[in-house]
Antibody
Framework: EVQLVESGGGLVQPGGSLRLSCAASGFTFSSYAMSWVRQAPGKGLEWVSA????????YYADSVKGRFTISRDNSKNTLYLQMNSLRAEDTAVYYC??????????????WGQGTLVTVSS | QSALTQPASVSGSPGQSITISCTGT?????????VSWYQQHPGKAPKLMIYEVSKRPSGVSNRFSGSKSGNTASLTISGLQAEDEADYYCCSYAGSSTFGNVVFGGGTKLTVL
């Protein structure tokens, strides 16, 4: 059974940093691209970032480019999102999602339960 | 403003069929057969319902179907049931667009009357 468990969310001040983790199990982690998708309170889904199965290719939404870094440790079956220079508008539930292929193709077939990030002073 | 345009809401009675549209551009929906649809119930994570325009993941009811024409994709739900009431989001691969490599629609709230 595929499981994705996010952690690392919490309250952080504007300008601060946070690192999210997503522990994966139930599938061959390195064979699939992974994504982060966020949802601000009461709003729709917003794609944030994605990474290929090998980790060699990374992709970012313009809204987070230069501030967020996606990475993965295939030996630990874990996906990360390092978030720096956080802003109030980054406040959202952050979901980790598994892609259906080794490359990014907008097909997130499994999702975690999400972790809430709140940016506020 | 979302990259893909969906109606804010649609409604239908049990047993009826409804269609949700998703309009993009020649840079996303129109260029790739990589359109997916997600169902999200309140307080829950999204669930993949359709991928690659018209394919259904294992376990998804065949009452859900997808299609695409030009820059517009559509999700049709036939034989509406109470449990179909949820938010629905379309998503498309977009290469290297202004919004990013993957773009979502703003979401459509489906109400089953």
């Amino acid at each position: 059974e595929v499981q994705l468990v996010e952690s690392g969310g919490g309250l952080v001040q504007p300008g601060g940093s946070l690192r999210l983790s997503c522990a994966a199990s139930g599938f061959t982690f390195s064979s699939y691209a992974m994504s982060w998708v966020r949802q601000a309170p009461g709003k729709g889904l917003e794609w944030v970032s994605a990474i290929s199965g090998s980790g060699g290719s990374t992709y970012y939404a313009d809204s987070v480019k230069g501030r967020f870094t996606i990475s993965r440790d295939n030996s630990k079956n874990t996906l990360y999102l390092q978030m720096n220079s956080l802003r109030a508008e980054d406040t959202a539930v952050y979901y980790c999602a598994k892609e259906g292929n080794v490359v990014v193709a907008a097909t997130a077939d499994y999702w975690g339960q999400g972790t809430l990030v709140t940016v506020s002073s | 403003q979302s990259a893909l345009t969906q109606p804010a809401s649609v409604s239908g009675s049990p047993g009826q069929s409804i269609t949700i549209s998703c309009t993009g551009t020649s840079s996303d929906v129109g260029s790739y057969n990589l359109v997916s649809w997600y169902q999200q119930h309140p307080g829950k994570a999204p669930k993949l319902m359709i991928y690659e325009v018209s394919k259904r993941p294992s376990g998804v009811s065949n009452r859900f179907s997808g299609s695409k024409s030009g820059n517009t994709a559509s999700l049709t739900i036939s034989g509406l049931q109470a449990e179909d009431e949820a938010d629905y989001y379309c998503c498309s691969y977009a290469g290297s667009s202004t919004f990013g490599n993957v773009v979502f629609g703003g979401g459509t709230k489906l109400t089953v009357l």
